[in-house]
């Protein structure tokens, strides 16, 4: 039963839920290229063949921040010295299974180490900036609305939402 403050006294409320995660984009020191990874290592992976940045799931308890951190260490053994909030997406029905996804997205202007070359998920590659603007890398077709954000010559933090329905990318709504 939901609080009746909130939806009235005995009326149940719709909660959206979704699983949490982040995205990062580590940049050269240029600000010219970007690493990527490039999904390269199991076939039945639902982003097999897609470049995209770094990231994964939360885990319970963990901050945003701290868990792009860790996924940036983990997946390309670099240590994040700053870590920028780009904006964040919804992208409800986006899983293998429908499930809901919520995302936050971040530059990471600054780090130190040496990134690995491969990691469990794929082959880490530099790639242009101007190149992924362009679509000139396999990426999903959805990420072309939120990477101009991304990477803007004066960012600011946005909110997106990009509905999926059976693997087709729905309308794009933003926020600034």
């Known amino acids: 039963m939901a609080s009746p403050g909130i939806a009235g006294a005995g009326r149940k409320v719709a909660r959206v839920q979704a699983i949490l995660a982040t995205l990062g984009y580590v940049l050269s020191a240029d600000r010219r290229r970007v690493l990527m990874i490039r999904r390269d290592t199991r076939p039945d992976d639902l982003h097999y063949g897609?470049?995209?940045?770094?990231?994964?799931?939360?885990?319970?308890?963990?901050?945003?921040?701290?868990?792009?951190?860790?996924?940036?260490?983990?997946?390309?053994?670099?240590?994040?010295?700053?870590?920028?909030?780009?904006?964040?997406?919804?992208?409800?029905?986006?899983?293998?299974?429908?499930?809901?996804?919520?995302?936050?997205?971040?530059?990471?202007?600054?780090?130190?180490?040496?990134?690995?070359?491969?990691?469990?998920e794929g082959t880490l590659i530099w790639t242009d900036l101007s190149d992924i603007l362009s679509g000139a890398v396999p990426m999903w077709p959805s990420d072309r609305n939120f990477l101009p954000l991304v990477f803007a010559d004066q960012p600011g933090v946005f909110h997106g939402s990009q509905p999926f329905h059976h693997g087709t990318p729905g309308p794009w709504t933003v926020s600034v």
């Open 50 to 120: 897609y470049y995209n940045g770094l990231g994964g799931k939360l885990e319970p308890g963990e901050d945003v921040v701290a868990g792009m951190r860790r996924e940036i260490r983990e997946e390309a053994g670099l240590e994040c010295r700053t870590v920028e909030l780009a904006g964040t997406i919804s992208w409800p029905g986006f899983g293998r299974n429908g499930e809901n996804w919520f995302g936050f997205l971040f530059r990471i202007p600054d780090w130190s180490g040496v990134p690995y070359e491969r990691c469990p």
